[in-house]
């Protein structure tokens, strides 16, 4: 691949994983306006379902065959797993968390993607990556004190969806480089999940109010979104250097959480935030080669 080539693939992929995060910040949001009065079940049924009828509608019968084609199954189911493994923690942890502070939790999952992707997928991990991710969790720290005092025995779920949220990642930049297409990805997740939240959303269902609808068709589109731009991020650019632009779901965060809680960030969150915007910027400017 020339360089020229892999600079534009990089400023793609950084720029999809953006769109992606802040989906995946409008996700949590509307699952907060959803946790009191839907069971859990439902709420996650409403993440896969929609996107996947939409799938499904768009490939047409002729193209299912197609669309499910993959060399890595195992993989693919795998990964199809872990966006459940994240959002369900994410659920509980927005029910008892404002959404700021539950999400700034869970960004400790970019430092684990550096941390493991050397690993994992071989991918060699540059300075500038390491500093860009540790200013990112310092910022996380920064942007989350002022809740651990009070809330501290609920951080629980959102840093076991960290865990997950780093696994993701992982295996979405392992697919890709497999050269597993962005739209059998997202199949297989959507898939993956509808038949897990299914039964749960079957058994406990509460009907939603005309409301309540409008929510969950927002929440099934951006997560929808969220996780088409996320496989197809990983597709184009390493793990590593698309992590620390992550942090951009923490802005999605804040302005859902501004618009519909009225929750007004406070000096550490405005802190915090200029800092994880600081290090995604040096991050693409130390990674992205220089002209000539």
Do not use: C
Not at 70 to 99: D, H, N
Not at 103 to 111: D, E, H, S
């Amino acid at each position: 691949m020339d360089e020229h080539k892999a600079k534009t693939e990089k400023i793609a992929g950084i720029v999809m994983l953006i769109i992606s995060v802040m989906s995946f910040g409008a996700v949590d949001g509307f699952s907060k306006m959803l946790v009191d009065t839907q069971s859990f079940g439902q709420i996650m049924l409403t993440r896969y379902l929609p996107s996947f009828l939409a799938v499904l509608l768009v490939a047409g019968p002729g193209g299912w065959k197609g669309l499910f084609a993959t060399r890595s199954p195992s993989m693919q189911i795998l990964r199809g797993l872990t966006p459940i493994l994240v959002g369900g923690p994410m659920v509980f942890a927005v029910r008892y968390l404002p959404l700021a502070e539950a999400t700034v939790i869970l960004f400790a999952g970019p430092f684990l993607v550096v941390v493991f992707s050397g690993i994992m997928l071989g991918e060699r991990v540059s300075a500038s990556s390491w500093i860009g991710v540790a200013i990112g969790f310092l910022a996380v720290v920064v942007v989350a004190r002022p809740g651990f005092d009070a809330l501290s025995v609920y951080a629980v779920f959102p840093a076991t969806a960290a865990v997950f949220y780093a696994l993701l990642q992982l295996l979405s930049r392992q697919l890709g480089t497999r050269g597993e297409e962005t739209r059998t990805t997202l199949a297989w997740t959507l898939l993956v999940g509808t038949l897990v939240s299914l039964p749960l959303a079957v058994l406990d269902w509460q009907t939603p109010t005309a409301w309540q609808w409008l929510w969950m068709a927002g929440l099934g589109f951006t997560f929808g979104v969220g996780q088409y731009f996320l496989a197809k991020a990983f597709a184009l650019a390493p793990a590593n250097v698309l992590a620390p632009f992550s942090y951009f779901q923490i802005l999605s965060a804040v302005a859902f959480g501004l618009i519909v809680f009225h929750d007004i960030p406070d000096l550490w969150t405005v802190t915090g935030i200029v800092m994880i915007m600081g290090a995604g910027i040096y991050v693409f400017g130390r990674n992205t080669p220089a002209k000539g």
